[in-house]
């Protein structure tokens, strides 16, 4: 039964940094894509990063790139999202996802229709 599982979330002050962790479990993940999508209440989910597998290409959403970096560890079967300056409107419940899809480019990963595995999230709060 494949898992994801999302931590690190909590509260951090408005210009603080914060690292979220997603470990996966039940495939062998090493050649899927992952990606971080987020939901703020009210708001439809968005995308935040993906990294394809054995490429090693990253994208990143505009409202993130040069503030967050994603990771990933495949011996390990984990990504990691490195959140830094973090804002107000960064606040939302992070997910990790997992593709078993093949695309070249990690920019192909944008669309939460394109992931096959979820996990429960992991609630982040940015105070001003």
């Known amino acids: 039964q494949v898992q994801l599982v999302e931590s690190g979330g909590g509260l951090v002050q408005a210009g603080g940094s914060l690292r979220l962790s997603c470990a996966a479990s039940g495939r062998t993940f090493s050649r899927d894509a992952m990606g971080w999508f987020r939901q703020s209440p009210g708001k439809e989910r968005e995308f935040v990063a993906a990294?394809?597998?054995?490429?090693?290409?990253?994208y990143y959403a505009d409202q993130v790139k040069g503030r967050f970096t994603v990771s990933r560890d495949n011996a390990k079967n984990t990504i990691d999202l490195q959140m830094n300056s973090v804002k107000p409107e960064d606040t939302a419940v992070y997910y990790c996802?997992?593709?078993?899809?093949?695309?070249?480019?990690?920019?192909?990963?944008?669309?939460?229709?394109?992931?096959?595995?979820w996990g429960q999230g992991t609630q982040v709060t940015v105070s001003s």
């Open positions: 996802a997992d593709s078993v899809r093949y695309y070249s480019s990690a920019f192909r990963y944008r669309s939460g229709s394109d992931y096959d595995y």
């Open positions: 990294f394809t597998g054995s490429g090693g290409s990253t």
